[in-house]
């Protein structure tokens, strides 16, 4: 690679460009294959969301060419509305990982959009592989320059680098040059929006179907020619100056270097990752020292402001609100020891029960912390407190781990879907997808028990 210079979105599209398989080690790719798993069964799993349902029916009535799959359900739409479709189901659960340097979801705003142009044009697995890790890189570089200051703005990271995420996935998936992949990342800057007021709303998992499909958008553009600014990240009331961030050169000069993909944060609990700093500290509180519910006379929570802003819905009325409430979840995990998607329902976020474990609970801002960390005190009945602090982005399990805890989220949200037989053919598929000749095929096993 070049050394690099302030021509940031020159740098990047490069980058996208020459960048060769040759150039990625094999445990980058395990990785890859790990965070595909987990994507496609929390696709499947909230495929019947009410807000894909909304996009389904808007879908029916746009109409288009079956050109691409809609998850779960065993139809074809067009590759814009596969995108959207499959990227809003994929979010809708808020089930999926997190990066910290993506300031968000990654995988959701990159695997529907390359997911959709690799069944439409028959790629390997190897090379849906290879797109999905360079644009994983090329959203972690963009989101480390952009900073804390872009998503303490008000900005939701995960639609605004979602777009040039997703378009770097199909600008290396298409073959694109390095001109042509210059104006897919202006095409996709030009685009870039996502509020987080619109947290707890069918708004949030459709900022991810969006980034991936305006992504996939701006890469077709640019492969005939369609034109954007060749600055679109550093120039003059560009990205980084409208939406906050600059150009750092150190995160330029890890380009083919590292990978970030090794830090990305799988999710255990069906919730905003926010929350799992808080139920990992105090799971493990309770069980260090062998503490039962009824011992516990309140509990505290600090945490950063991004956390508070993010999960800090103390009156969750919803299944869906109490996605975003650090105070139900941490009463749901520590009263029920449930914490997947059947945690989420109306009637088990107003379970008289929990709301009354809920009043012992406090949530305090610290500047300590800036953020998915936080420090738990439980103090029990006696007296005694007892402290934790865990950090949900940095506390990651290793590749093996990794593995073994994505297979059994895997198995429970897919089995009932596809049968133990049919979760089983498919988790083969994905083990060895860099061998997979066409994607296609993989697509059709999630096809195979509808």
Known sequence: MNQASDAMTKELARFIAELDTKEIPATVYEHAKVAFMDWICVTLAGKDDPAVKKLLSYSDTMGGNPQATILGHGTKSSLSHAALINGTASHALDYDDTLEAFLGHPSVTIFPSILALGEWTGKSGKAFLTAYITALKVGAAIGA?????????????????????????CAKLMGLDEKQTVNALGIAGTQASGLKRVFGTMCKPFH???????????????????????????GSHGFFQVLKGEVNHKVLGTLGKTWDIENLAQKYHASCHATHSPIEGALSIVADNSLA???????????????????????PKSGLEGKFSITYCL?????????????????????????????????????????????????????AVHEQTFNILKDIPPLEDKQAKIRTKFDDLCTPLLGAGGAEKLAGLIAALD???????VIDATNASL
């Not at 179907?209 to 990240?233: H, P, T, V, Y």
């Not at 029960?353 to 998915?372: A, P």
């Not at 061998?435 to 095929?441: A, R, Y």
């Open 293 to 315: 519910v009824a011992d516990i006379a309140s509990l505290r929570v600090f945490c950063s402001q991004l956390s508070l802003d993010a999960a800090g819905n103390h009156q």
């Open 331 to 383: 009463a749901n995990a520590l009263i029920r020891k449930q914490t997947g998607i059947a945690a989420f329902t109306d009637a088990r976020v107003n379970d008289p029960e929990i709301l009354i474990f809920m009043d012992k609970i406090d949530v305090i801002h610290t500047d300590e912390f800036k953020g998915l960390e936080a420090t738990i005190e439980i103090e029990t009945n006696s007296g």
């Open 145 to 169: 320059c952009g900073g804390m200051d872009h998503y303490m703005s008000g900005w939701h990271a995960t639609s605004t680098l979602g777009h040039f995420a997703s378009a770097a996935g």
């Open 435 to 441: 061998q997979v000749e066409n994607i296609k095929s």
């Open 208 to 234: 991810a179907g969006r980034a991936s499909q305006a992504g996939m958008l701006s890469a077709l553009l640019a492969e005939n020619g369609f034109s954007s600014a060749e600055d679109i990240l550093e």
